[in-house]
Structures are given as structure tokens and as C-alpha cells.
């Protein structure tokens, strides 16, 4: 090649856009799909996978999404994963053939979903282990670590899980904000150290929630990727949410608090999730200790909505929206999470709850970075600092209360 | 926040939930959320499937389907009785010279309903044919090895070193032969099995089948009358009922333990299939253990006791009326009863490790009357 060539062989004459017409554009959009249809045509029938066929089993992979233990026995719903149809055929609880159903029957393609009905006579509160036996000799384990019976869904109970829901979500949301009348009362060092504060205990919520999204994706049938489905959803969310919110330029105020509570929302729809799925797997006795935790925990969250609405406030009627906004998603949750919990659903909501709340971190941010104009001399404020390190404590120190 | 939803909760956490749900009544819905207090479990049992629906003898506790024995090319029933006597000839000495041929293969077989079990065998069947010969006889083996590895065989019982089947000295590769010639000695119940390396994958991978050496009544002119009950063919021989039961485990997952247990191979077979006894004919089990991967086995006997000859080897019982044996892996011995004594009807026998019966190694007789 002729590296030498000057600029004018480079730069080409503009030429005068040519009009194509209509049937050219059809048949660029044809050719190559006629091609791939060609190629997969050949794939098929010549099949050159053939020749690395080394005449190994298929790998298989089973998925256990939802245990129903009751005065039946034990109802198992297993996702088949792998790239070949699994056949199960046999069942073992405890190290001991026993009996089953399997509904619906027959081989269970790639992804396809099936219950395994088995009538075992399991103990309360003991720990039982029940293994599926393939037809190539692969087993899988699913652990039973404390036998209960597991609650009926059944709509008697929507509204004790509502009353349950709103406790944890609605409640300390709504007491969060009571605090806003103090709020309003500090001047502009307050108000960087609020912001901060916020910023902190959304931080702290945002691992939080990818840590449990990330760890949910690991128990779901592997075909999802939960671990990319997580940090795309996480992305996605984050983007859009981006771009709803700028519609009119940086959001403050009533828009700010309405994006914090948006967030805070979905973060706590996956807490929700995660009741209601604890109740479903018989973890039913969570115990007043790990309520008032959670409760605790989101007072903090109120705080955060209620900082951006110093400045502007707003009616009395935003702060019953904003605590709705903020609180009602651990409703809807526990509703979800009790009906038809599956790891990769409960880890793609706390996922997008990531990206809410990534977002919101990063408005917030730019807020507080106009509000204050000691950045510009390149110091960190105190307040900010303070702010943080109280945040980031403040639900690091509320969250011991709930994890067990 | 996830680590109480996750699989973890222990009783403790449990327990103490409840006292809290129990005693803290924050929350006034939390009780109608499903969880039931600890008045309500006194009252209403876990679990009440366990009165109805149980079909046969072991209820629930078992495979479900059927093997396909077409399939497998051999039935576990009749493995009980097919003894393998190889072909008779005589030497100059006028000895009998007994001549097997075995064939070494691989080949897929099933050991429980829909699972299918990659074996090496001998003839296409685990266990190997059962090799029945007598007392003084010599014994001759071809042996062609048409699998995919090193193979030998190994007999319990005396030879010289270089008839042994161990490597060096009788192992062979994939499609060569070699004869094993020896003297049967001493009278018993034995085995054989590959004695290629690894061992333990060539045993559980299904090489091994039963060996046994009858009695000959002209050298024990005391106890002739118990020799000849032995020896296969005569007319007080087939006066008994027979069996051969090689008890043996599959591990169908490479973990080193088996997820199937059985007594020839197919797991629950003789449960679905009782073997029939006929109640005034006296019984006898050549029992052979080739479970590997766990130190003991075991046989039970339910309502009955037997006589136990450990490896066979002697024509008078080792144990009397005994109703459960152990025996290590390799460890063989003759039983003897009669159900002359009891009712017609149906009679468990299993290993008595808990964990290997409900693994399938548990089965049925079937005494019945003798038909007119």
C-alpha cells in the first residue's frame, strides 16, 4: 500500500446524494436474510457440529425455583437448563427413592418448567434433602433447611401482607419525612450535609441491592446469565430513568424527591420481594425484631426524599404521594413475592431498583454540586464529608438490625 | 436483607422468630399471614398423605417404573438361578475340565427406572455370569476383552501368581485374550471380579459375578449327604431352592457414594418382582458383597432366621440361626433356611443399613404352596 499518498487521494469529491429506488432498498434488506437463511439451512441439515461430537453425555443443569411443602407432601417446581432435554427418573428425599409426580411429564426441554409432586411424609422444623436422579446418573440437590408448611397463597391473605407491606415501606417513609419541618430549619451547611446524607444511605442502598440482585441471579437457572441480565438491567434502568428525568433539564425540588422516591421504591419492591418469598419458602416466622429493623432502616430513606424540598416546598399532598411513591412498591412486592416467586424476577427487579437508584445518586449529586460554591476552589466541603460518612453509617449501622 | 430469605435460616432463627411473632404482636396481621401458631401444629399434623395411598409393602418409599430388562439383555430374576457351567470335557487324568469363555465389553445398562449406568461387563451383564463348577474340577477361561479398557479376572480362590488377574499377570488390553487355567479350590461360594487398575472404578463399574465351587461328596465321605444337597445336578441338590445374590451399588455421579443400591444390579427389582419360594422346599442364598464405596453390607431376613456358612467353605454352619449377616465388600457366604414352618404370603429381605434398603437394595419372597 502507498502510505505516502497525499491528502488530495483521500478526500473524496462530494457527490450529489443519489435518490435509490424502492425495490434496491428491499432486496439489500432480502439478500442478507436469504443468505442467513441459507447458512442455517446448511447447518442443519449437513450438521458439522457432528465431527466434535466426542460422544460425551450433554451437560445438564437443574434449576429449582419454588418449594411447596404441604399435608401432600413436597411440591418441587424445577427449570430445566443445559443444552439438551433432561429426563428425570427418580426422586430421592433423604437418601431414599420415594414416589413421584411429574407434571407435566416427559422430558423437559431447555428452559421448560415442571412440579414434582412427592408424597413424602416430611417432619416440622427438621431439615429434609431432596435429590433428582437424570436419566444419565446426574443429580441434584435441593436443600430443605427447616421444614414448615408452607402458606397457602390465598387472598385472606393480601390484606394481612398489605397491612405488613405498608409497615416496612409506607410507615418509616412517612416518618422520614415528618422530619422535614427541622429540615427546613438549617441553612446552606445544613443543606450540603442533608444532600450528603442522601447521597450516602443511597449509595449504601445501591450495593445493597445489586449485591442481592447479583446473588439472586446465581440461584437462577443458568441459561438466564443472571449476572449480565442484572448489570444490563441495572444499565438500562439507570439510562432511562436518566432520560425521563431531564425531559426539563436537571431536576430539583419536587422533581428531585419525586426521582429519589422512585428509586427508594423499587428498592423496596425488592424488599417486598424478598418478604414475601421468605413467607412462601416457610421462613414465616421473620420475627417483630427484623420488622422493626426494616422499619428503622427506612426512616433514613425519608430523610433523603424530604432533603431536596427544603428549598422549594412543596403542598402537603406531594409528601403523602412522595411516601407512597417511596413505600407502596414493598406492597406490591410482598404480593408478588408470596404469589410467584422465581430468584431471576426478584433479581431483575432489584436490578432495575440499582439503576433507580444509581440515578438518583447522580442527580442528587449534580445538585449539591451547584448548591455549594467551595467546590469551586477545589476544597470538599466538611458538610459534605460529614454528610456521607453519616449516611453511608447511619444504614450500615440500621442494616445490622436486619441481617440475621 | 437477603439473608433471611436465603436457605440458611436455622431452628434457632426459626424458633425464635415465632416467640417473637408469638409474644410481640406489632404487627396484627402477621399471625393471619399464613403462619401457623405452635396450638395450631399441635393440632393439625405437618403432613397426613402418610395413611393413604400406599401401595404394596414399602408404601411411597420406592422407584417409580419399571427396568427394561429387554433392553438391559438380562433379567434380575432370572440372574437368580442361570448358573453357568461351562463347557465339560475330560482330561487324560480323567479329571473334568471345565471350559468358559467370558467377553469383556462395555456397554449401557439400567439399574433403576430411566437410569441408564455406562457399565464394563462381562458378557454384557452385571453381574457377570455366574461360573458353577465342582470341587477338584479344572477350570479353564478365555477371556477376550472387547472394551474400551485393561481388563482381567481375578478368582477368589487358589491359583498360582501368574493365573491371578492382577496387572503383569493376566491383565489384558482392549482386544486381546487370555486364558486363566486352574484347579477349583477350595469348595465355596467366591467371586471374581477385574483386578485392573483403578480398582475401585473397575468394581463398581460392574466386573464381578459369582464363582462358586461345589462340594465333591467322595472327599468328604463324613458330611456326603450335605456335599451332594450342594452339588448342582444331583437329586438331593434340586431339592432346594437356589439363589445367587450379588449385592452391589452404582455411583451414578462420580461422588464416591452410590445412588443406587441392589442386590443383581437393578435396584427394587425383587420388591416389584418377589422371587418365589416354594413354602415346604428348603432355601439357599449364595450371597456375595461387591458394594463399593461403603466397608460393610448386610443382609436381613424378615420373619425367619437362617444358618450361615461364611465364604461357603465349610458343611457345617459358621452362624446358627442367625436372621441378619454382614459382610465386607469381597466377604461371601452360603444361607440356608426353609419357610416350612410359616404361612404362605409375602417376606422382606434387605441390607439392614437403613440408607442402602431405601436406596433399592431390598426385595420380597413370595411363599407360596407347592403347586399339586
Excluded at chain 2, 472327599?219 to 444331583?234: F, I, K, M, Y
Amino acid at each position: 500500500m502507498n502510505d505516502r499518498a497525499g491528502p488530495e487521494t483521500v478526500v473524496a469529491s462530494p457527490r450529489p446524494p443519489t435518490v435509490r429506488p424502492g425495490y434496491a432498498f428491499v432486496l439489500w434488506i432480502a439478500l442478507p436474510l436469504f443468505l442467513l437463511g441459507l447458512v442455517a439451512t446448511w447447518l442443519a441439515v449437513s450438521d458439522p457440529l457432528r465431527a466434535f461430537n466426542n460422544g460425551a453425555p450433554p451437560v445438564e443443569r437443574l434449576t429449582f425455583e419454588r418449594r411447596i411443602l404441604d399435608n401432600t407432601g413436597i411440591h418441587l417446581r424445577v427449570r430445566a437448563g443445559g443444552s439438551e432435554p433432561i429426563t428425570i427418573a427418580q426422586v430421592q428425599v433423604d437418601d431414599a427413592y420415594w414416589t413421584f409426580v411429574q407434571d407435566p411429564p416427559g422430558d423437559l426441554a431447555r428452559l421448560a418448567t415442571a412440579w414434582i409432586h412427592i408424597p413424602f411424609p416430611w417432619t416440622l422444623g427438621e431439615a429434609h434433602e431432596v435429590r433428582v436422579v437424570t436419566k444419565t446418573g446426574t443429580t441434584f440437590d435441593h436443600e430443605i433447611p427447616v421444614a414448615v408448611r408452607t402458606p397457602e397463597a390465598h387472598s385472606s391473605q393480601l390484606v394481612p401482607q398489605a397491612v405488613l407491606g405498608a409497615f416496612v415501606g409506607i410507615v418509616p417513609v412517612a416518618i422520614g419525612l415528618m422530619f422535614y419541618p427541622v429540615l427546613r430549619g438549617v441553612g446552606a451547611q445544613g443543606m450540603s450535609f442533608l444532600l450528603a446524607l442522601t447521597i450516602g444511605l443511597l449509595a449504601f442502598l445501591f450495593v445493597d441491592s445489586l449485591e442481592d440482585a447479583l446473588e439472586l441471579a446465581g440461584e437462577a437457572a443458568v441459561a438466564f446469565q443472571g449476572h449480565v441480565m442484572v448489570v444490563l438491567a441495572a444499565i438500562i434502568s439507570f439510562l432511562l430513568l436518566w432520560v425521563i428525568g431531564r425531559r426539563r433539564g436537571t431536576p430539583t425540588g419536587l422533581g428531585l424527591a419525586t426521582a429519589i422516591a422512585i428509586g427508594i421504591g423499587l428498592h423496596n419492591l425488592g424488599e417486598g420481594l424478598a418478604i414475601g418469598a421468605a413467607f412462601t419458602a416457610g421462613a414465616a416466622g421473620l420475627g417483630t425484631f427484623l420488622v422493626l429493623g426494616f422499619t428503622l432502616h427506612n426512616i433514613t430513606e425519608g430523610v433523603g426524599i424530604a432533603a431536596p424540598l427544603v428549598k422549594e416546598p412543596p403542598p402537603l399532598s406531594a409528601f403523602v404521594w412522595l411516601a407512597l411513591l417511596a413505600g407502596a412498591p414493598a406492597i406490591l412486592g410482598m404480593w408478588f413475592g408470596s404469589l410467584a416467586y422465581s430468584p431471576q424476577w426478584a433479581a431483575l427487579a432489584l436490578a432495575v431498583g440499582a439503576g433507580a437508584i444509581l440515578q438518583v445518586i447522580v442527580e442528587v449529586g449534580v445538585y449539591l454540586w451547584r448548591l455549594d460554591d467551595r467546590w469551586k476552589s477545589g476544597a470538599v466541603p466538611v458538610s459534605v464529608f460529614g454528610g456521607l460518612v453519616a449516611g453511608l453509617s447511619l444504614m450500615y449501622a440500621t442494616a445490622v438490625l436486619v441481617k440475621v | 436483607m437477603r439473608n433471611w430469605l436465603r436457605e440458611t435460616v436455622n431452628r434457632r432463627h426459626l424458633l425464635w422468630g415465632s416467640l417473637a411473632t408469638a409474644s410481640g404482636f406489632l404487627i396484627g396481621g402477621a399471625a393471619a399471614t399464613g403462619q401457623s401458631s405452635h396450638a395450631e401444629r399441635g393440632s393439625a399434623p405437618p403432613y397426613d398423605a402418610n395413611g393413604a395411598g400406599h401401595h404394596g409393602a414399602h408404601g411411597h418409599m420406592i422407584t417409580v417404573g419399571d427396568v427394561g430388562n429387554a433392553r438391559n439383555g438380562f433379567d434380575p430374576t432370572s440372574l437368580l438361578t442361570d448358573w453357568n457351567t461351562g463347557v465339560v470335557s475330560s482330561l487324560p487324568d480323567g479329571r473334568t475340565l471345565r471350559t468358559f469363555e467370558i467377553i469383556g465389553e462395555d456397554k449401557e445398562i439400567e439399574i433403576a427406572p430411566g437410569i441408564l449406568f455406562p457399565a464394563w461387563t462381562y458378557n454384557g451383564r452385571v453381574p457377570g455370569p455366574s461360573l458353577r463348577v465342582t470341587e477338584g474340577d479344572r477350570v479353564r477361561i478365555i477371556f477376550q476383552n472387547n472394551g474400551s479398557h485393561r481388563h482381567s479376572i481375578h478368582f477368589h480362590g487358589i491359583h498360582s501368581a501368574r493365573m491371578d488377574g492382577i496387572p503383569g499377570a493376566g491383565e489384558i488390553g482392549p482386544g486381546e485374550e487370555f486364558i486363566y487355567e486352574f484347579d477349583a479350590l477350595p469348595f465355596g461360594c467366591h467371586l471374581y471380579h477385574c483386578h485392573a487398575l483403578p480398582l475401585k472404578r473397575h468394581i463398581h463399574k460392574g466386573m464381578y459375578g459369582a464363582f462358586i465351587i461345589d462340594p465333591d461328596p467322595a472327599r468328604h465321605p463324613e458330611q456326603a449327604d450335605v456335599a451332594r444337597s450342594r452339588l448342582l445336578g444331583t437329586p438331593e441338590n434340586r431339592e432346594w431352592q437356589e439363589f445367587v445374590m450379588v449385592m452391589n451399588g452404582f455411583d451414578t455421579n462420580f461422588d464416591g457414594e452410590n445412588e443406587v443400591y441392589a442386590v443383581n444390579t437393578v435396584a427394587h427389582h425383587y420388591a416389584k418382582h418377589p422371587i418365589t419360594v416354594i413354602r415346604g422346599r428348603p432355601v439357599r442364598i449364595y450371597l456375595i458383597n461387591v458394594v463399593e464405596f461403603d466397608p460393610i453390607n448386610s443382609l436381613h431376613l424378615h420373619g425367619n432366621f437362617f444358618d450361615y456358612y461364611d465364604h461357603g467353605t465349610t458343611l457345617t454352619p459358621t452362624l446358627r440361626t442367625i436372621d441378619t449377616v454382614m459382610q465386607c465388600q469381597a466377604q461371601r457366604g452360603i444361607l440356608e433356611f426353609t419357610y416350612r414352618a410359616h404361612e404362605t404370603g409375602l417376606y422382606m429381605f434387605h441390607a439392614h443399613q437403613a440408607e442402602f434398603t431405601e436406596l433399592g437394595w431390598m426385595g420380597m419372597f413370595d411363599v407360596v404352596e407347592a403347586a399339586a
